[in-house]
């Protein structure tokens, strides 16, 4: 049995914050603006998982208004969320993340990127797709006041 998840996720960009993407922080003079640590992708990503099961969001399963996800960082979210989808007899078949985000580039990020997602869903980085694009200036992310990620997830059974 297979099931598939969408998730998608956006947040402001604002200078002086760090700027963390699928678990790694990035040099940037900006970052997400956020109640956990504001890694927008695996946000996405959990969103993504936890609807391939139909259940709910991240922001259900993790509320920005509770203390205890005060600063979190997002990969413990992640590890959370593969542990109840492996509690319900599921494991990740593979995930492709979208990334659009003017600047900083992130190109050399992304195979580091894949191995630590990876690590913490503990799947083999050939099931771990990210990739990163530019929205050639136009709109918010284009105008650099955000990023916004899409990302797909298959379950296995």
Known sequence: MFRIGQG???HQLREGLPMWLCGLQIESPVGFVAHSDGDV???ALCDALLGALALGDIGHLFPDTSDEFAGID???LL???VSLLRG???NVANVDITIALQAPKIANYVEAMRETLAGVMGVDVSLVSV???TTERLGFVGRGEGCEVWAVAM???
Do not use: C, N, P, Q
Request: glycine fraction near 4%.
């Open 88 to 90: 319900h007899g599921w």
């Open 155 to 157: 379950l296995e059974k």
């Open 41 to 43: 992708a695996i946000h």
């Open 79 to 81: 590890s959370r969320v």
């Open 74 to 76: 997002s990969k413990i």
């Open 131 to 133: 990739k990163a694009t």
């Open 8 to 10: 998608y996720d956006v």
